[in-house]
């Protein structure tokens, strides 16, 4: 069964409308992170949640935004989204507390803007 | 110049042949990852490394920490294991993130 899923796996959208990526995780890990991964190029770390503690990377464009309303949800919302947003975004989490540093990856939400 | 090197980063094999994809890094980590990528971006992971070698099926992982370098291996290629595997560090010390490779786009020929 899958631990970290994420809705929807395509989404479309038009240029300057909001669009909101959702993931789930099954694994009651305390870190949840979000990537963009652009063809060809290695996934770009956005932002993560410790817990309920974001935590923002320094070059993410403020047109990105995350929540996490609770342990098992994290949304990445893109305000106005630009034709140079469109890229696979993917979720992952880990569990600081074991210790073990695996990231548990979802399937990505694969976004194209029109 | 990337902190995270990976080649090649196009391969094409037959079917039978081994295989080995190489991985290296410039700063100090405290574990790296060995991740595959399927066509349509699910990532899977592979291997967390430390030290020494790790075998699953015909997967093998290695890494040289004085040398900063790993070597991931496959033994008897699949054409199913046609997808791009990624190299990925976590910094010595933090408690964040991923530091990715471009990836190893491999190619197995039935």
């Known amino acids: 069964d899958a631990m970290v899923i994420q809705n929807p796996r395509y989404q479309v959208t038009q240029f300057g409308k909001p669009v909101t990526l959702s993931c789930s995780q099954t694994l009651n890990h305390n870190v949840m992170y979000w990537y963009q991964q652009k063809s060809s190029q290695a996934p770009k770390l956005l932002f993560h949640?410790?817990?309920?503690?974001?935590?923002n990377e320094a070059d993410t464009p403020d047109n990105f935004q995350s929540r996490r309303p609770n342990t098992s949800f994290c949304f990445l919302d893109i305000r106005s989204p630009g034709l140079g947003d469109a890229a696979m975004y993917l979720c992952?989490?880990?569990?600081?507390?074991?210790?073990?540093?695996?990231?548990?990856f979802g399937a990505g939400t694969r976004l194209s803007v029109l | 110049k990337n902190e995270v090197e990976q080649s090649p980063q196009n391969l094409t094999a037959q079917e039978g042949e081994f295989i080995t994809i190489n991985c290296s890094y410039s700063?100090?980590?405290?574990?790296l990852h060995w991740l595959q990528q399927h066509p349509g971006g699910g990532i899977v992971s592979l291997f967390m490394l430390s030290s020494g070698k790790k075998k699953h099926g015909r997967l093998i992982a290695t890494i040289n920490i004085q040398e900063k370098h790993s070597s991931l291996h496959i033994t008897a290629s699949h054409p199913r294991d046609s997808a791009v595997y990624i190299c990925a560090v976590r910094r010595g010390g933090s408690q964040g993130n991923l530091i990715f490779g471009k990836g190893t786009k491999l190619s197995v020929k039935p």
């Open positions: 949640y410790y817990d309920k503690d974001f935590n």
């Open positions: 700063v100090g980590i405290s574990a």
């Open positions: 992952a989490t880990s569990s600081r507390e074991t210790g073990s540093n695996i990231q548990y």
